[in-house]
């Protein structure tokens, strides 16, 4: 089971890599005002959601669910496991909500400004605290 685990980190770092860098991404996208750059960071952004943070995510979750199953009589009584498993839910419709903002800057359609995601790129640094505190020191 200790490879499962190293699979599940590792992915796990792999989609927060894509969480922190795509709202950054968005933050030079909505300050962008030439054509070239806008189709440069549509790009990148699609790449990046869509080839690292959603096969990471995926991957995370596959070896994660895998974890769970393994030590499901033990985990399902652990409340720390059930805390962590709402945020990594809470962190998954975030992915979802940065999908839905990478389709609006696709269409051209962003309504948002610079500032915005700045605020909106602090979020999954929480998310990663909050969990990686709650499987290392496992408060309850």
Partial sequence: MLWVKVFHIVFMVTWFAGLFYLPRL??????????????RFKTMER??????MTP??????VFG???LGH????????????????LV??????????????RDFRDDRNRHG??????FNEIPVLFLIAIVALAVVRPF
């Avoid at 030590?71 to 709402?86: E, F, P």
């Avoid at 839910?89 to 990478?102: D, E, I, S, T």
């Fill in 26 to 39: 968005f933050v030079y996208h909505a300050m962008a005002e030439d054509r070239p750059s806008i189709e």
């Fill in 56 to 61: 990471g995510a995926i991957l995370t979750f």
């Fill in 65 to 67: 669910l895998w974890l």
């Fill in 114 to 119: 610079h500032v915005f995601y700045r605020w």
């Fill in 89 to 102: 839910a809470v962190l998954a419709a975030y992915h979802v909500y940065c999908g839905r903002l990478l």
């Fill in 71 to 86: 030590g499901w009589d033990h985990l399902s009584r652990a409340g720390w496991v059930q805390v962590k498993l709402v």
């Fill in 47 to 52: 790449k990046l959601y869509y080839g690292i």
